[in-house]
């Protein structure tokens, strides 16, 4: 399978959705009455995203603050291999508000952009083994960095890049350069007279030659796309279709499916037509919340507090805030007995606050046998969090809590002792290793044991 690396700024996106039916009496505005609101990551977490719900391996390279807004983004990336540098200052985020589908007013948030912090070894590493690169540029500084920059050059991966005007030049020798209409515009400073064909043309041999670049392909919207490559005459690739609707995405969609058709070896002009196919696609089948409802993680609503992602992100984004240390651990938790609260006590003790990773009802069912859990996740969950060396419980359905790890990602991660005495590797190390958090072993009371309490039961002693 193809493994895509995304480098780039991430956003968190908030569409604001209602209905306007009166004016503001105290100044001309319309009144939005919110009915709705939807989250998704922006710029490379979007990108990332769209790859990964075609079933790619993806990995991500972007800079996340400690923030409520930094874990949420975590969070919903948790399907993505995340290689997280240090963001200073807040997340940035884009809040649209929206009636009938048309958007009444953008609200930015997170300020001026400031330098990420040092990139870790895991990601450069990533981007050595590529088998393609999609650098998703949103000027806001992860596209700068020297590390970053030098790595990609080094690459032996075919580069794609999609510039922001606001951003740095791509690296030379990209093989694909993707600006929109406006963007190359700008980028060219041409004044975009004449015809679309005529100002992309124009302009994109223009930036060709000055990025010595392989080819740059300018996304029309609706129009298509204009590739410019060596020769005097560019190729126009016509969108399949008219395609009305959100087109929110549609530039993320473009790039990611050329950067992975050119990953399994297409020609420029190929990826450059599967790109239009899929934008439009994309566009037709209803945008972006469209492609990612059936990705998208949703919390878990209406369950008491200390229970749940939403509250487990405020705790670690509190916590992050005050210079504190996030551990957490995992489990079953079947029949909550001592030898789990004396692990419980002993992980709370290693840091500021303690967020527990608990198995599904049906991720014990496939690591216990059918018969177990004897207690439902509910009641599991209330237990832990009821506990005063427990923060927050959060609950995870794969069989292991490598996705839910990623966007916690804790200072320190806790096993119990099963892990001592020269046994087994320990399974989440390397995981928790890429944002520089470590691993440690506390020991368990010996004869205490879910499975022979069971047993024991069982048998009527």
Not at 159 to 185: F, K, Q, Y
Not at 208 to 231: I, K
Not at 418 to 442: H, K, S
Request: charged share 20%.
């Amino acid at each position: 399978m193809k493994r895509l690396v995304i480098v780039g700024d991430t956003l968190l996106d908030r569409d604001v959705d209602g209905a306007v039916r009166r004016i503001a009496p105290d100044a001309p505005a319309p009144v939005l009455d919110e009915e709705s609101v939807h989250e998704r990551p922006g710029g490379a977490g979007l990108a990332a995203l769209l790859a990964a719900a075609d079933g790619h391996e993806v990995t991500l390279i972007t800079a996340i603050a400690s923030d409520a807004a930094g874990a949420r983004l975590s969070e919903m990336l948790a399907g993505v291999e995340l290689h997280a540098l240090p963001l200073p200052g807040s997340t940035p985020e884009k809040v649209r508000l929206r009636a009938g589908g048309q958007v009444l007013l953008r609200l930015d948030r997170g300020g001026a952009p400031a330098p990420p912090g040092d990139a870790p070894q895991a990601a450069l590493d990533a981007l050595r083994d590529a088998k393609a690169i999609l650098v998703s540029d949103y000027g806001r500084g992860v596209a700068r960095h020297p590390a970053l920059r030098a790595a990609i050059e080094a690459s032996a991966a075919p580069v794609i890049w999609d510039p922001h005007p606001h951003g740095p030049t791509p690296v030379r020798d990209s093989r694909l350069v993707t600006p929109n209409l406006a963007e190359v515009c700008t980028l060219a400073g041409d004044a975009g007279d004449g015809s679309t064909l005529t100002t992309a043309q124009r302009a994109g041999h223009l930036l060709r030659q000055r990025w010595r670049a392989a080819a740059v392909a300018v996304t029309c919207g609706p129009g298509g796309a204009v590739l410019c490559h060596s020769g005097p005459t560019p190729l126009v690739v016509p969108a399949p279709a008219e395609a009305a609707g959100d087109t929110c995405g549609a530039g993320d969609r473009f790039a990611t499916a050329a950067a992975l058709a050119l990953a399994d070896g297409a020609l420029v002009s190929e990826a450059v037509q599967q790109a239009v196919e899929a934008a439009t696609t994309f566009v037709l089948a209803g945008g972006v919340s469209a492609a990612l409802a059936p990705a998208e993680r949703s919390g878990q609503a209406g369950v008491p507090g200390g229970i749940g992602e939403e509250d487990a992100g405020r705790l670690i984004a509190g916590t992050r805030a005050r210079g504190g240390v996030v551990v957490a651990t995992g489990g079953c938790f079947d029949l909550l007995h001592t030898g789990h609260l004396a692990t419980l006590r002993a992980a709370r003790q290693l840091g500021d606050c303690l967020v527990v990773c608990l198995n599904s009802d049906a991720s014990v069912r496939a690591l216990k046998g059918p018969d177990r859990p004897l207690t439902a996740q509910a009641d599991r969950a209330r237990l832990l969090a009821a506990l005063d060396c427990v923060d927050a419980v959060v609950i995870f359905d794969e069989p292991t809590p490598e996705a839910v790890l990623s966007w916690l990602r804790p200072d320190v991660w806790v096993k119990g002792g099963d892990y001592a005495d020269g046994g087994p590797e320990l399974p989440e190390a390397e995981l928790v290793a890429r944002w520089g958090g470590q691993t440690v072993i506390v020991p368990y009371l010996d004869g205490r044991s879910t499975t022979r309490t069971i047993a024991a039961a069982r048998s009527g002693r």
